[in-house]
């Protein structure tokens, strides 16, 4: 209720044109608040890569708001509000009308600045709980249901990333039984005989990245065992498994910095006592990398938890190649 009189006294302030765009955020809050579900069943299609098109396919008024989704925090949800706002069947900037880039244009600044963003206190709050596995997959669904499948907390309102806490905190998402050894072990053993691809496919699809089965849920993993298909195998070794992500994150950067030393990258451990996956590392690139890459770009990278140093380190560089290649870095 607090939440929703702070949103309502934040509708007040604006002009007539982006009242009129925040008060749907105020109406998505309050079904997400009853369902869960609302933005599931009413938003368009999410955002594919913004990454992907070039200046050269768009208009001036397109190019500016690539822009914004690139460098500026919080601007990828407001555009896919709007966009669901004004009844898009996509959020890709080269399907919409100009008009109606011009539109968000104009209404942006008034928007962004109306909206509390997360703090990094809270992103603090949110990412010390997502060191568990269920909290990361019940963040997960959260933000595929409430949030266009926005993950990154510093793209998202404040209200948002506390009413998920809330609701974790108080198991609003009920139990949640993570994967056996057991079962995890059929899923690799299926990789091992040629689905590597197929298993790295499944998790992506449905927007997920880690590519550990103890990381998910069992029901999620023998999803996957009980769709394999035996006829659909590797043709071919993925050039990841040739290249260490180590090897591939140390290559982007000597592209992108003068002089560069493996050594200007830090890895971060920490090691909790369980039998298994004991171990996890946080990736920090180098200085004078956050000084030229976009203001949107991650600065840390978080690897799963793993059984050893090596392979907690190994996954962190992984998540930081994800991010490379989404940025045409890698």
Same mark, same amino acid.
């Given at each position: 209720?607090?939440?929703?009189?702070?949103?309502?006294?934040?509708?007040?302030?604006?002009?007539?044109?982006?009242?009129?765009?925040?008060?749907?955020?105020?109406? @998505?809050?309050?079904?997400?608040?009853?369902?869960?579900? $609302?933005?599931?069943?009413?938003? @368009?299609?999410?955002?594919?890569?913004r990454r992907q098109i070039t200046e050269q396919?768009?208009?001036? =008024?397109?190019?500016?708001?690539?822009?914004?989704?690139?460098?500026?925090?919080?601007?990828?949800?407001?555009?896919?509000?709007? @966009?669901?706002?004004? &009844?898009?069947?996509?959020?890709?900037?080269?399907?919409?009308?100009?008009?109606?880039?011009?539109?968000?244009?104009? %209404?942006?600044?008034?928007?962004?600045?109306?909206?509390?963003?997360? !703090?990094?206190?809270?992103?603090?709050?949110?990412? =010390?709980?997502?060191?568990?596995?269920?909290?990361?997959?019940? $963040? +997960?669904?959260?933000?595929?249901?409430?949030?266009?499948?926005?993950?990154? /907390?510093?793209?998202? /309102?404040? %209200?948002?990333? #506390?009413?998920?806490?809330?609701?974790?905190?108080?198991? +609003?998402f009920g139990e949640v039984a993570l994967c056996?050894?057991?079962?995890?072990?059929?899923?690799?053993?299926?990789?091992?005989? &040629?689905? #590597?691809?197929?298993?790295?496919?499944?998790?992506?699809?449905?927007?997920?990245?880690?590519?550990?089965?103890?990381?998910?849920?069992?029901?999620?993993?023998?999803?996957?065992?009980?769709?394999?298909?035996?006829?659909?195998?590797?043709? #071919?070794?993925?050039?990841?498994?040739?290249? !260490?992500?180590?090897?591939?994150?140390? !290559?982007?950067?000597?592209?992108?910095?003068? &002089?560069?030393?493996?050594?200007?990258?830090?890895?971060?451990?920490?090691?909790?006592d369980v039998k298994n996956a004991k171990h996890?590392?946080?990736?920090?690139?180098?200085?004078?990398?956050?000084?030229?890459? /976009?203001?949107?770009?991650?600065?840390?990278?978080?690897?799963?938890?793993?059984?050893?140093?090596?392979?907690?380190?190994?996954?962190? %560089?992984?998540?930081?190649? #994800?991010?490379?290649?989404?940025?045409?870095?890698?």
């Open positions: 209720m607090v939440q929703r009189r702070r949103w309502a006294g934040l509708l007040a302030a604006l002009s007539a044109s982006v009242a009129a765009s925040l008060a749907f955020v105020s109406r @998505c809050q309050m079904h997400a608040a009853r369902d869960g579900g $609302w933005v599931q069943r009413h938003a @368009c299609p999410k955002l594919e890569s396919d768009l208009v001036e =008024e397109k190019r500016s708001v690539r822009q914004l989704l690139l460098n500026k925090n919080g601007a990828v949800w407001l555009w896919q509000m709007f @966009c669901t706002e004004k &009844g898009q069947r996509t959020a890709d900037l080269i399907d919409i009308p100009v008009q109606l880039a011009a539109q968000f244009l104009s %209404a942006f600044t008034g928007a962004h600045a109306a909206v509390e963003w997360a !703090s990094e206190d809270l992103i603090r709050e949110l990412n =010390e709980e997502r060191m568990s596995p269920l909290a990361q997959w019940h $963040w +997960a669904n959260y933000c595929a249901r409430n949030c266009f499948s926005i993950r990154n /907390p510093r793209n998202l /309102p404040s %209200a948002v990333v #506390t009413d998920f806490l809330e609701r974790y905190r108080g198991g +609003a056996s050894e057991e079962v995890a072990s059929k899923a690799k053993d299926l990789q091992k005989k &040629g689905g #590597t691809e197929q298993w790295k496919k499944y998790v992506r699809d449905k927007d997920f990245r880690s590519l550990d089965p103890l990381s998910y849920p069992e029901s999620f993993v023998q999803g996957f065992i009980d769709n394999f298909d035996p006829q659909d195998l590797d043709d #071919t070794i993925p050039r990841e498994q040739i290249l !260490s992500s180590r090897s591939i994150l140390n !290559s982007a950067l000597a592209r992108l910095l003068k &002089g560069f030393s493996r050594e200007e990258v830090t890895y971060e451990l920490e090691n909790r996890r590392a946080t990736l920090v690139l180098p200085g004078r990398a956050q000084q030229i890459l /976009p203001e949107s770009f991650p600065r840390e990278f978080v690897g799963d938890w793993k059984r050893t140093d090596g392979a907690a380190v190994e996954d962190a %560089a992984r998540e930081a190649v #994800t991010a490379f290649k989404a940025y045409g870095i890698a």
